[in-house]
């Protein structure tokens, strides 16, 4: 039986055909994407009608493999007595330096594909889960109880201060509206201290979200200037002007990135 003879350049050719594909192969099924995140800016903190928000601006890249990515989540510590917040991605928003109404220029938001070595500009807004469930009842019967007390009201012609005055009185004989601004002091979160923001990006080829951690402080004066937009969210909900008080926070120096297959649990499962 005569030996088989393999021709050496015949093999060459096949491995040079072959080799973009195994390669081609292998990058979209084994190899692990890394996302990477350039914040810009500053965070901001905000206490609005759409519940308490965090805003945080940046790039986005990633490097080795295309993902898609499904959604993005945030949630908050405060390190004096682990009080949690999670919160959720509601929308991406216009690039405007700064913003009085939390509602300006807010675009849905929605799951997007990185292709790799790509970069995506954000601008995201994220509010606290369930808020405007727990606040159903009372902004519907605020409003309620406004357009009938409006109503008994005779609005002379080319008074501009009209409703302000009107909103006076109603603040002294309306339950509903007391009852309301009571109930949002009482679950306001951006109390004085330190915090942890925590955000997760999840992908459909990772199993594990990547994480991103960030170290922030409220100060006193901060506080009580969040707190303070409890007024605007009532007179929201009365179809009046509103001029909402954000807090800006710088990034802290000491970001962490976690890689999916090295997640750790930094906060505490509630």
């Given at each position: 039986?005569?030996?088989i003879k393999?021709?050496g350049?015949?093999?060459?050719?096949?491995?040079?055909?072959?080799?973009?594909?195994?390669?081609?192969?292998?990058?979209?099924?084994?190899?692990?994407?890394?996302?990477?995140?350039?914040?810009?800016?500053?965070?901001?903190?905000?206490?609005?009608?759409?519940?308490?928000?965090?805003s945080?601006t940046?790039?986005?890249?990633?490097?080795?493999?295309?993902?898609?990515?499904s959604?993005?989540?945030?949630?908050?510590?405060?390190?004096?007595?682990?009080?949690?917040?999670?919160?959720q991605?509601?929308?991406?928003?216009?690039?405007?330096?700064?913003?009085?109404?939390?509602?300006?220029?807010?675009?849905?938001?929605?799951?997007?594909?990185?292709?790799?070595?790509?970069?995506?500009?954000?601008?995201?807004?994220?509010?606290?889960k369930?808020?405007?469930?727990?606040?159903q009842?009372?902004?519907?019967?605020?409003?309620?109880?406004?357009?009938?007390?409006?109503?008994?009201?005779?609005n002379?012609?080319?008074?501009?201060n009209?409703y302000?005055?009107?909103?006076?009185?109603f603040?002294?004989?309306?339950?509903?509206?007391?009852?309301?601004?009571?109930?949002?002091?009482?679950?306001?979160?951006?109390?004085p201290?330190?915090?942890?923001?925590?955000?997760?990006?999840?992908?459909?080829?990772?199993?594990t979200?990547?994480?991103?951690?960030w170290d922030?402080?409220?100060?006193?004066?901060?506080?009580r200037?969040?707190?303070?937009?409890?007024?605007?969210i009532?007179?929201?909900?009365?179809?009046?002007?509103?001029?909402?008080?954000?807090?800006?926070?710088?990034?802290?120096s000491?970001?962490?990135?976690?890689?999916?297959?090295?997640?750790?649990?930094?906060?505490?499962?509630?």
């Amino acid at each position: 039986m005569e030996p088989i003879k393999i021709d050496g350049q015949l093999v060459v050719a096949l491995i040079a055909l072959v080799q973009p594909w195994v390669i081609s192969f292998y990058k979209k099924n084994f190899r692990q994407p890394e996302i990477k995140i350039n914040p810009t800016g500053s965070i901001e903190i905000g206490f609005s009608g759409l519940g308490h928000t965090v805003s945080i601006t940046g790039v986005l890249r990633t490097l080795k493999k295309d993902v898609f990515i499904s959604s993005i989540n945030m949630e908050t510590v405060k390190i004096e007595n682990d009080a949690k917040l999670k919160f959720q991605w509601i929308a991406q928003r216009s690039n405007k330096l700064f913003h009085t109404n939390p509602r300006e220029e807010l675009f849905a938001a929605d799951s997007f594909t990185l292709t790799s070595g790509s970069t995506r500009h954000y601008n995201n807004t994220f509010a606290s889960k369930g808020f405007k469930r727990k606040f159903q009842d009372h902004t519907i019967n605020t409003q309620e109880e406004w357009r009938n007390f409006i109503l008994q009201k005779n609005n002379p012609q080319g008074d501009s201060n009209f409703y302000e005055n009107e909103l006076l009185e109603f603040i002294k004989v309306s339950q509903h509206f007391n009852n309301y601004h009571t109930a949002l002091n009482n679950d306001f979160y951006w109390t004085p201290g330190k915090y942890k923001i925590k955000l997760e990006i999840n992908t459909e080829e990772t199993k594990t979200p990547f994480a991103f951690i960030w170290d922030i402080e409220i100060t006193e004066d901060s506080s009580r200037k969040l707190r303070n937009n409890t007024i605007n969210i009532l007179r929201e909900c009365c179809s009046l002007s509103t001029n909402y008080y954000f807090d800006y926070q710088e990034y802290s120096s000491t970001q962490t990135l976690i890689q999916p297959n090295k997640l750790k649990n930094i906060f505490k499962k509630s």
